[in-house]
Structures are given as C-alpha cells and as structure tokens.
C-alpha cells in the first residue's frame, strides 16, 4: 500500500497553520483583552495543561479500538466547536472553561496523527522529516500572514482567522485514509515494562525539561518583542524563521540520521537550545542576534522533536506506538509546558524576562545532563530505522 504523503502532509500543514495563528499572538489578544501577566500565564497552562490527561485518554482508545483516524476526525471536529465559544465570552472564568473544553480535544489530534504517520511508513520511518516540514511551512505562511494582518486590523479579528483554519484541519482529516498497526508483531512486552527502564524515564524527563524551557517563548515572545517596539510584521518574521529553520533542518535531518546517532544529535540540540535562550535573555535589543537566535530553533524544537518522534518508536514500538506517542506529548508538551507557562507567568513581571529566559538556559542544563549520563550508553542503540 502506497504513502498517502500529500494528505498526510497537508494535515500537517493545517494543524501548524492553525498553531502559527494561535501561538505567536494569543497571548496579545489576551492582553488586549485585558488580562494581566499572571492571568495569562495560568490560561496557557491551562492550554497545555490538559496534555496532561488528554493524550493518554486518546491513546489508549487509539490502540485499542485500531480507529486512530476517527478519533482525531471526531477531536478536530469538537476543538473548531469549543474554539467558537471565544466570540461570545469575556471574563477571566469563561475562557479557562472555554480553554479546557477546546484543549482537551485539540490536544488529543496530533500524538495520534503521529502515530498513524509512522503506520503508514512502515519501515520508512526515515522519510517522517520530509512529511512533517509540511506543517512548517503552514505554520511560516500564517503566522507572517496573520502578522500582516493584524497590523491593519484589530485583534478582535483573531479568533474568527483561527476558527477558519482548525475548520480546514478538521476537513483534511476527513480524506486521510485510516492506518493500522501490524497484528503479526511479536511484541509482548507490556506498557508498564517499557516504562520501568531507566532509560525511557530518563527521555521522559528530558523532554519535559525542553518544553519548560520553550514555555517563556511560547506564552510570552510576542509580548517581548512588542515591549521592545517591533511591529508584528517583524514578528511575524522573527517566528517564522525560527521555523524556516526547522524547515531546512527536516530536508537534511534523513541524511543527518544516516551520519550521526539519535544521542548526538540530542545532545547538540541541547546544547544549541541553552545558546538560544541566553541570547534571547542579553541581547533582545539586538536584531540581528534575535535573527541568529531564530535560527537555533532547528536545534531547541525541529532536531529534538524529530529524535523525540524516532525514540517513541525505538522504546515503544509498534503495538505501544498510540500510547507512546501521547505519553510523550502529555509529559512534554502537556506537564513541561505547563509548568513553563506558570513559571514565566508568575516571573515575568516579579523577576523580569531576563531572569525568565535564563531560567529556560537552566532547564536545558539539567536535560543535557541527563541525556548525557543516562540516554543511549550503549554503542550502536541509538540510531534511526532506515
């Protein structure tokens, strides 16, 4: 059976599409809306809070039912439903409510998507990079788009752009055909036996790390930038060549799979990742260092990301794949960015951005650290499926 690599890709690129007008300018519309620092560091966390819990509820509804593509057809339609509720409301209270009920079911879409990715590859998983770069580019021609057009218009306009794109998510997953894991494996190993190995709790961990460091960018860049007077055109572009990075970085990540082992290119991501926030932390005054900074997103988010997605698959396998897939996002994603969103929210305006970026350094240590001491030891474990 065939890749369907045009549909696989182009829901990639709507999800992304929708995160490029969501990520970069929530946090100004809920300022514009009046919400303080701490206010809107708890509701991102209560966007990413819900990976927690969500994930994991997909997922195991995902391997036991073999109906992946349904689950996230039927989480897609319901995130477009809940978004909606952001036209009718305005205090502090209904937008936590209206944020749980839209995360809880955003969030459930992509780990499974990931997952059937990797079923539809097979034994290809190598050519993952060049599907998922999709979504990059989504996510580029939004969020300067979005930049653009927020510079003419008010930001009462934002929700109305973001419901048209999960609108157009939810529609390409309904042509995307239904992928199911191989029956014949003879994989018996247990889900609670994979995770007892030191190793797994140790990747755990150090994702989490990553995305408490992510968490300062993430909920607050936007407002960063604005706070040092550039336009949200410029914006826009300072988020979009983050991910053009990751872009380039996809269309060489096959061969630099092929040369380099999974643990040296985590662990150089790692090390670029505290570069990128140190430079974020001093130099905010400085274009062209923000433009260099940019630049390591390739490292911090597109090299890590891909490893992440290629570990999943190496500890997991293909009957835990589903599960797999959401722990990482729930402990990633979900519990790391939480606590980034909270730890930036409550230090923003206490303790300055400075202090907040250079925190995010810090996590990075710590994940390097534990990569370095516990993550693929072994000669010859760590290296991709070709």
């Known amino acids: 059976?065939?890749?369907?690599?045009?549909?696989?890709?182009?829901?990639?690129?709507?999800?992304?599409?929708?995160?490029g007008g969501f990520l970069p300018y929530w946090?100004?519309?809920?300022?514009?809306?009046?919400?303080?620092?701490v206010e809107i560091g708890e509701l991102s966390a209560l966007l990413v809070g819900t990976k927690i819990v969500a994930p994991n509820i997909w997922g195991w509804m995902a391997d036991h039912s073999g109906k992946s593509l349904r689950i996230i057809r039927v989480a897609c339609f319901f995130a477009v439903v809940f978004f909606s509720g952001f036209l009718f409301i305005a205090d502090y209270v209904q937008f936590a409510v209206v944020t749980v009920g839209?995360?809880?079911?955003w969030n459930a879409a992509l780990p499974q998507f990931e997952a059937a990715t990797l079923f539809h590859l097979r034994q290809e998983a190598h050519r993952y990079s060049k599907i998922r770069l999709w979504g990059s580019v989504g996510f580029i021609?939004?969020?300067?788009?979005?930049?653009?057009?927020?510079?003419?218009?008010?930001?009462?306009?934002?929700?109305?752009?973001?419901i048209v794109l999960l609108a157009l998510m939810w529609l390409t997953s309904l042509i995307t055909p239904e992928a199911r894991a191989s029956?014949?494996?003879?994989?018996?190993?247990?889900?609670?036996?994979?995770?007892?190995?030191?190793?797994?709790?140790?990747?755990?961990?150090?994702?989490?790390?990553?995305?408490?460091?992510?968490?300062?960018?993430?909920?607050?860049?936007?407002?960063?930038?604005?706070?040092?007077?550039?336009?949200?055109?410029?914006?826009?572009?300072?988020?979009?060549?983050?991910?053009?990075?990751?872009?380039?970085?996809?269309?060489?990540?096959?061969?630099?799979?092929?040369?380099?082992?999974?643990?040296?290119?985590?662990?150089?991501s790692?090390?670029?990742?505290?570069?990128?926030?140190?430079?974020?932390?001093?130099?905010?005054?400085?274009?062209?260092?923000l433009l260099a900074a940019q630049l390591l997103h390739a490292a911090s988010f597109g090299a890590t990301h891909v490893v992440a997605i290629h570990l999943v698959d190496f500890y997991f396998g293909h009957r835990h794949q589903g599960k797999g897939q959401a722990l990482y996002s729930s402990l990633s994603f979900g519990l790391g960015g939480m606590l980034g969103s909270l730890y930036s929210g409550y230090f923003w305006e206490l303790l300055g951005p400075q202090f907040v970026y250079t925190l995010a350094a810090g996590c990075c240590v710590l994940a390097f650290t534990i990569t370095y001491v516990w993550i693929g030891r072994r000669p010859g474990q760590m290296v991709a499926s070709n």
Do not use: N
């Open 183 to 268: 029956r014949l494996s003879a994989d018996t190993i247990g889900i609670f036996q994979v995770l007892k190995q030191p190793e797994v709790a140790a990747f755990l961990v150090v994702y989490l790390l990553i995305q408490m460091a992510h968490g300062p960018y993430y909920v607050f860049y936007s407002i960063f930038l604005k706070d040092y007077h550039y336009s949200g055109t410029l914006t826009g572009l300072l988020w979009s060549l983050g991910v053009f990075a990751e872009i380039v970085l996809f269309l060489l990540m096959q061969r630099l799979l092929r040369r380099f082992s999974l643990r040296g290119i985590l662990l150089v």
């Open 1 to 19: 059976m065939s890749v369907p690599y045009w549909r696989l890709s182009g829901f990639y690129f709507f999800y992304f599409a929708t995160l």
């Open 141 to 162: 021609l939004t969020v300067v788009g979005v930049g653009r057009l927020l510079d003419s218009h008010d930001l009462t306009i934002l929700p109305q752009v973001i």
């Open 102 to 105: 839209f995360s809880f079911f």
């Open 270 to 289: 790692i090390a670029l990742s505290i570069v990128r926030w140190l430079l974020i932390a001093g130099y905010a005054d400085h274009f062209v260092v």
């Open 27 to 37: 946090s100004l519309y809920l300022k514009h809306a009046g919400f303080s620092a």
